[in-house]
Nanobody
């Protein structure tokens, strides 16, 4: 059973940067793929980025080039570096873990992630 805790959210101005962290416990972290998703008010949850246990990354088209996902297995943590944030990046950001295929499944489908954190709010002010 994996527990996930997000941190690093807050209020940030347009064009600035923010780094979110997802700390994991309770499992062999290196064997899980981890994804970031977000949900804005009144909108459905959407995929942001993911990193597999083999360090392969996948991004939503809108985030590619601005966001970077990375993992540090020694710290059981996955990061989401957000650069040049925009008002439309305002959302609750969730990290999720998938043990499917030993963490090698590279997917944007939220249904393939069995463990979820509580989320961290990111608000971008203009």
């Amino acid at each position: 059973q994996v527990q996930l805790v997000e941190s690093g959210g807050g209020l940030v101005q347009v064009g600035r940067s923010l780094r979110l962290s997802c700390a994991a416990s309770g499992g062999t972290f290196s064997e899980y793929a981890v994804g970031w998703f977000r949900q804005a008010p009144g909108k459905e949850r959407e995929f942001v980025a993911a990193v597999t246990s083999g360090d392969l990354t996948k991004y939503a088209d809108l985030m590619r080039g601005r966001f970077t996902i990375s993992r540090n297995n020694a710290k059981n943590t996955v990061y989401l570096q957000m650069n040049s944030v925009q008002p439309e990046d305002t959302a609750v950001y969730y990290c999720a873990a998938s043990g499917v295929y030993g963490g090698h499944l590279q997917t944007s489908q939220s249904s393939r992630y069995g463990y979820w954190g509580q989320g961290t709010q990111v608000t971008v002010s203009s």
